[in-house]
């Protein structure tokens, strides 16, 4: 049995704090969907948030903040008399774009040539090539998006067990229950279910009201709210809001998890590369610090705290994984083969036997994916449909892939058993599909062992349609 309730403005608080509620509440504004002729006219008579510009081919301009630019489209924030709207824009319909005073001239006719798309996608690189922001600006951004709600939240329902211990408590001896125990409902219902993830986002700022006097609590609560913005909707400023509020750099506790590295990541994507490295140059060493540094193609850096955290105990194959990866996203491929190969030799044993023997597989997988790397043109690839798999954390992933007048038109994932990575699968999809390519494609941070499965399987079934010379 499940209680379920519609949003409300009393179930979205920003900061758990009892005297900043009131207040909160008689700004709080709630989001609705809007068809584009409708938005546009309102917007054009809009109070700009920002000085970003969208100037649209029908003459319309449109003020307010550009949060994120991708191949497909700009996102701009805005507000319109006491409301506050989102809205993603088809690049086709943009003729220019300003940004921090920087106009920009976009080229839909040429928006999804090869050579644009590769270089459009949601990789952090890009977006902070893209937009670049000052570290003042990052806050602001982040401050001012962090305490409003997102445009879909009045409508999504509140949806758990009437069982559900909403005290959450951290006892990690509970039986598993997922009827009974936070954690274990959102491992198993809301991770596994995209069609949930905005349910488990409302939860959450639920309980940040039910637990509002409990320190601890409410803590883990924004740590889990960060996580969910970033693993499930890329929504960077809201994330790190929620990181930020629940102290993820400064608390022992959660900047030795992997969500301090991905506060980092969220300020490069938003813009800051500089506020990125220098949250990175503070935190603990960990997998996920070591694997960002790659992902600001900092190769060499990365390499040489991988060696360091191997003295400090982490898992030697999984160092040498991750240096392969480093090596391989840039193109050196020899480099990164050499390390693959280090891993392969690391003896499965020990504690860490599961994990060793998952990195060996993974290790081997990316050694036959390179050596296919050579022959993987897309303009060589015969038109047709193919179908491959690679194994990823639980069991194998299958996709589909159709290839039509030279370019990647579909790839789809079949089947599935990493059912706790599927904002993984889309995004890393998203990515092989913009750049038309498997090379070069960074793993999506928080499931990288999935995100590589997808990137491997694509590049096995794709090499299926190479005419023989």
């Known amino acids: 049995m499940t209680s379920t309730k519609r949003a409300g403005d009393l179930d979205y608080l920003p900061l758990a704090n009892p005297h900043t509620r009131a207040g909160y509440l008689q700004r709080s504004m709630q989001f609705s969907r809007f068809p584009l002729a409708v938005f546009v006219a ?87 090539e893209m937009i670049q922001r000052s570290p003042s600006e990052i806050t602001a951004l982040i401050d001012q998006l962090g305490r409003t709600p997102p445009d879909w939240f009045e409508s999504t329902l509140l949806d758990y067990p009437n069982t ?16 009974r125990n936070v954690d274990h ?9 995209p069609k949930r993830y905005r349910g488990g986002v409302r939860l959450m700022h639920h309980l940040l009201i039910v637990n509002q006097n409990e320190t601890g609590t409410r803590e883990r609560v924004m740590n889990e709210l960060g996580r969910m913005y970033f693993e499930f909707f890329k929504d960077y400023a809201r994330s790190a809001f ?85 090596c391989r996203t840039v193109e050196k491929y020899a480099e990164a083969q050499q390390y693959y190969a280090k891993a ?44 491959d798999k690679s194994y990823g954390y639980a069991g194998n992933v299958y996709v589909e892939a159709s290839v039509r007048d030279k370019r990647i038109q579909t790839l789809a994932i079949t089947s599935l058993s990493d059912k706790q990575y599927y904002h993984a699968v889309d995004q890393t999809v998203q990515r092989i599909l913009k750049q038309q390519t498997v090379k070069g494609i960074d793993a999506v941070s928080g499931a990288t062992v999935t995100s590589e499965a997808v990137i491997r399987a694509s590049a096995k079934a794709l090499s299926q349609g190479i005419a023989e010379q």
């Open 242 to 326: 929620w990181w930020r509020s629940a102290g993820v750099e400064r608390n022992t506790k959660f900047a030795q998890t992997a969500n301090a590295a991905h506060l980092a990541e969220c300020y490069w994507k938003l813009g800051s590369r500089e506020m990125a490295i220098e949250l990175l140059d503070g935190l603990p060493l960990t997998y996920a610090v070591i694997k960002l540094w790659s992902d600001l193609k900092e190769t060499e850096k990365s390499i040489r705290l991988g060696q360091e955290g191997i003295k400090e105990g982490l898992e030697p194959s999984e160092i040498f994984v991750l240096a392969g990866d480093a």
């Open 42 to 128: 309102l917007l054009c008579n809009c109070s700009a948030l920002a000085e970003d510009t969208l100037e649209l081919f029908s003459g319309a301009r449109i003020q307010g903040t550009v949060t994120e630019r991708s191949g497909d489209g700009v996102t701009i924030q805005t507000t319109v008399g006491t409301r506050q709207l989102t809205r993603k824009f088809p690049v086709n319909l943009i003729r220019t774009l300003s940004i921090d005073g920087k106009r920009i001239e976009l080229r839909p006719e040429t928006a999804n040539s090869p050579a644009t798309v590769s270089q459009s996608t949601d990789t952090a690189a890009t977006t902070s």
């Open 344 to 387: 392969i030799q690391v003896p499965a044993e020990g504690k860490n036997k599961e994990q060793i023997t998952r990195n060996h597989d993974r290790a081997q997988a990316t050694i036959e994916m390179i050596r296919l790397f050579d022959r993987l043109d897309i303009a060589q690839i015969k038109e047709g449909v193919y179908e």
């Open 164 to 179: 559900l211990d909403l005290s959450w408590p951290e006892d990690p001896n509970l039986v598993w229950n997922y009827t």
């Open 185 to 193: 409902f959102l491992w198993d219902i809301i991770n596994t279910n």
